[in-house]
């Protein structure tokens, strides 16, 4: 079977009733792909735009409304100061060159994360100009998690709700939640928390394509999810 073909069997599987709502990407392993082909890491993180793009496709094929990537965490300022610097001109140079076409795909752009001084303001400004200008689009929201942490996200919740003076038991998850930097997201379906469904894919990110969604989401429509509960009681040796 050829790699097309593949492609479109899948896709064939998919239960277009049920799609998830959210899917959410760590984008991982740009490095690791880099060191097998003997290039430096930031080619890596280079060849990582045409797998951001193919699963955009891919999603708009499939009608997920939202999807979110992870595209640089609190965590990665530790990196070398030269990696760091290529990720900052990378996602500022990638929001330039695209922000046209996910407009014409009906692609509403937003971020999520720490807008703290740390990022550079021509960064800043690419960012604000991507949400300005797809903000009214409806097809998908690409969410892109950048400086984002899920820790520094609680932290900044936290901050607001004692700025905005609530009293200790006034803080309940929905306080908590209207809080967070996009109250309005669906929690995802396919990812990393609570109840959403976790899919560990082999492919380093740069070779991920459509197709990997897709079986995820083949996966992911396999599955019994029952939010904590159970599906049935049955009485065994009653
Ligand atoms: C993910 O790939 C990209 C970012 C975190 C920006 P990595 O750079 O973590 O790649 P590996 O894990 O070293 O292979
Ligand atoms: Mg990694």
Same mark, same amino acid.
């Given at each position: 079977? %050829?790699?097309?073909?593949?492609?479109?069997?899948?896709?064939?599987?998919?239960?277009?009733?049920?799609?998830?709502?959210?899917?959410?990407?760590?984008?991982?392993?740009? %490095?690791?792909?880099?060191?097998?082909?003997?290039?430096?890491?930031?080619?890596?993180?280079?060849?990582?735009?045409? !797998?951001?793009?193919?699963?955009?496709?891919?999603?708009?094929?499939?009608?997920?409304?939202?999807?979110?990537?992870?595209?640089?965490?609190?965590?990665?300022?530790?990196?070398?100061?030269?990696?760091?610097?290529?990720?900052?001109?990378?996602?500022?140079?990638?929001?330039?060159?695209?922000?046209?076409?996910?407009?014409?795909? /009906?692609?509403?752009?937003?971020?999520?994360?720490?807008?703290?001084? +740390?990022?550079?303001?021509?960064?800043?400004?690419?960012?604000?100009? !991507?949400?300005?200008?797809?903000?009214?689009?409806?097809?998908?929201?690409?969410?892109?998690?950048?400086?984002?942490?899920?820790?520094?996200?609680?932290?900044?919740?936290?901050?607001?709700?004692?700025?905005? /003076?609530?009293?200790?038991? !006034?803080?309940?998850?929905?306080?908590?939640?209207? +809080?967070?930097?996009?109250?309005?997201?669906?929690?995802?379906?396919?990812?990393?928390?609570?109840?959403?469904?976790?899919?560990?894919?082999?492919?380093?990110?740069?070779?991920?394509?459509?197709?990997?969604?897709? +079986?995820?989401?083949?996966?992911?429509? %396999?599955?019994? +999810?029952?939010? %904590? /509960?159970?599906?049935?009681?049955?009485?065994?040796?009653?």
């Amino acid at each position: 079977m %050829g790699e097309l073909d593949g492609v479109d069997e899948v896709l064939s599987r998919i239960d277009r009733t049920r799609v998830p709502r959210h899917v959410a990407f760590v984008m991982d392993g740009n %490095g690791r792909w880099a060191q097998r082909y003997g290039l430096p890491r930031t080619h890596g993180h280079a060849a990582g735009e045409q !797998a951001l793009f193919d699963v955009v496709e891919g999603a708009l094929e499939v009608g997920v409304r939202w999807l979110t990537v992870y595209a640089f965490s609190t965590e990665n300022w530790r990196r070398p100061a030269d990696e760091v610097r290529f990720l900052m001109n990378f996602n500022r140079d990638l929001l330039r060159r695209r922000r046209d076409e996910l407009n014409e795909r /009906g692609v509403r752009v937003r971020f999520l994360g720490r807008r703290s001084r +740390r990022v550079p303001p021509s960064v800043l400004r690419e960012m604000d100009l !991507a949400t300005e200008l797809t903000a009214k689009n409806d097809r998908l929201t690409l969410t892109m998690a950048f400086n984002y942490g899920g820790r520094a996200e609680i932290v900044d919740a936290v901050r607001a709700l004692i700025r905005d /003076g609530l009293a200790p038991r !006034a803080i309940d998850e929905a306080a908590l939640q209207s +809080r967070l930097y996009h109250p309005d997201m669906p929690d995802p379906d396919l990812w990393q928390i609570a109840y959403a469904e976790l899919v560990f894919l082999d492919t380093l990110w740069p070779d991920v394509r459509r197709e990997h969604l897709y +079986r995820a989401i083949v996966e992911y429509q %396999g599955r019994d +999810r029952r939010f %904590g /509960g159970v599906r049935q009681w049955r009485i065994e040796n009653a």
